[in-house]
């Protein structure tokens, strides 16, 4: 089990930018786990946003932010980014952090299934 922490969420106009952080409060290396981000609006399903290999060398996006969001890890300092840009009033959500153990380095997992460790969250507000 890792422990997650998000941070960097906030209120952001439409079309600006934010970068939200995963790190290990454990201490726990994430070079272990293939990581993924997920988010969830008010009503809705909590849904696949990005996520990454052990390696760093393989990402996957949804379609609703392919080509604005960048996700990346830096397994020396034991975190995982995403960049959001080009923000849109829909990206508006609680952002959860999620790691999975994976032995494959190249393994990528787009779905909650199987994600045991969460974070607590980072709210996104983007204003028009």
């Known amino acids: 089990q890792v422990q997650l922490v998000e941070s960097g969420g906030g209120l952001a106009q439409a079309g600006g930018s934010l970068r939200l952080s995963c790190a290990s409060a454990?201490?726990?290396?994430?070079?272990?786990?293939?990581m993924g981000w997920f988010r969830q609006a008010p009503g809705k399903d909590r849904e696949f946003v990005a996520a990454?290999?052990?390696?760093?060398?393989?990402?996957r996006y949804a379609d609703s932010v392919k080509g604005r969001f960048t996700i990346s890890r830096d397994n020396a300092k034991n975190t995982v980014d995403v960049q959001l840009n080009s923000l849109k009033r829909d990206d508006s959500a609680v952002y959860f952090c999620?790691?999975?153990?994976?032995?494959?380095?190249?393994?990528?997992?787009?779905?909650?299934?199987?994600?045991?460790?969460w974070g607590q969250g980072t709210q996104v507000t983007v204003s028009s």
């Open positions: 999620a790691a999975r153990s994976a032995i494959l380095s190249q393994s990528i997992f787009t779905t909650r299934t199987g994600y045991s460790n």
């Open positions: 454990s201490g726990r290396a994430l070079s272990t786990y293939a």
């Open positions: 990454i290999s052990r390696s760093g060398e393989t990402t």
